[in-house]
């Protein structure tokens, strides 16, 4: 059974900096492309970080390209967001999946960039 568990999220202020986590279990992590959605409080779920399989190629949504980081350890089945330069527009709650597969979603973890 495929499982997403998100972690990390919190309470910080515009300038700050979180590093999420994304444990899964349940496929062959390095076999899939893996990225960061977000979602905030009456909008839809976006993508905003892809990462390839092997690690080499990232991409990102333009809103924070140059603030956020992806990243993954296969050895570990986890996937990493670094985001720097927190602004209030970042607040959501950010999940992790396949993306093009998308099932199974976790319970997300909230990130919110306030004074």
């Known amino acids: 059974q495929v499982q997403l568990v998100e972690s990390g999220g919190g309470l910080v202020e515009p300038g700050g900096s979180l590093t999420l986590s994304c444990a899964t279990s349940?496929?062959?992590?390095?076999?899939?492309?893996m990225g960061w959605y977000r979602q905030a409080p009456g909008k839809e779920r976006d993508l905003v970080a892809e990462?390839?399989?092997?690690?080499?190629?990232?991409n990102y949504t333009d809103s924070v390209k140059g603030r956020f980081a992806i990243s993954r350890n296969n050895a570990r089945n986890t996937l990493y967001l670094q985001m720097n330069s927190l602004k209030p527009d970042d607040t959501a709650v950010y999940y992790c999946n396949r993306p093009r597969i998308e099932r199974n979603w976790g319970q997300g973890t909230q990130v919110t960039v306030s004074l």
């Open positions: 990462i390839t399989l092997g690690g080499y190629i990232s």
């Open positions: 349940g496929f062959t992590f390095r076999d899939y492309n």
